[in-house]
């Protein structure tokens, strides 16, 4: 646990000036608010009501789809609870006093970024399935990961952490309904 706390603070200060540089655009009150409603609706709102649109939308087939990105978001949620409890990376404006925080912190680690991880798991189920609506989803996707940067809530390799186990989930959950 110590050995990772080491790594974390060596692999922070590489990110630092990326970090601090997407932080200072939510010193613009604007940008702040719009990263903060992008940040909200990412925290599921956003997925939750796609997931009840999809049946209306794309009958069985899409209520299918809904029901795997919820096993896929209650499993990714497991994980990245699991690694954040043993990680321990504390967030940027937690460890750097000028990261200005957007928005609190729906919990106090960093690593790996939870809105990312079911974001690019939802929006790669969506691209396997739909891809029509995926591509009308990817740039919330986008701005989501984004949004936890710029508002002091995680550190790049973060969100990068988070969208590769989002995409690995999804795909994982792809797979294994292609030979069911």
Same mark, same amino acid.
């Given at each position: 646990? /110590?050995?990772?706390?080491?790594?974390?603070?060596?692999?922070d200060l590489l990110e630092l000036? !990326?970090?601090r540089r997407m932080n200072r655009i939510s010193r613009h009150r604007a940008v702040e608010r719009f990263f903060i409603a992008v940040s909200r609706l990412g925290d599921g709102l956003f997925w939750y009501g796609l997931m009840i649109l999809l049946p209306f939308l794309y009958g069985v087939a899409g209520f299918k789809v809904g029901l795997q990105m919820? @096993? %896929?978001? !209650? %499993?990714g949620l497991s994980i990245y609870r699991k690694l954040k409890a043993r990680l321990v990376r504390e967030r940027p404006f937690v460890s750097w006093r000028f990261i200005h925080c957007g928005t609190p912190a729906l919990d106090r680690y960093s690593f790996p970024s939870g809105h990312t991880l079911h974001a690019v798991a939802f929006t790669t189920i969506l691209f396997a399935s739909f891809p /029509? @609506?995926?591509?009308?989803v990817t740039p919330f996707t986008l701005l989501v990961a984004l949004s936890r940067v710029v508002l002091g809530l995680h550190y790049p390799s973060d969100v990068l952490a988070g969208a590769l186990l989002g995409f690995s989930l999804a795909w994982v959950s792809v797979a294994i309904l292609a030979v069911l």
């Open positions: 646990m /110590a050995e990772m706390r080491l790594i974390f603070q060596q692999i000036g !990326l970090c919820v @096993i %896929v978001g !209650l %499993v /029509a @609506i995926a591509w009308t």
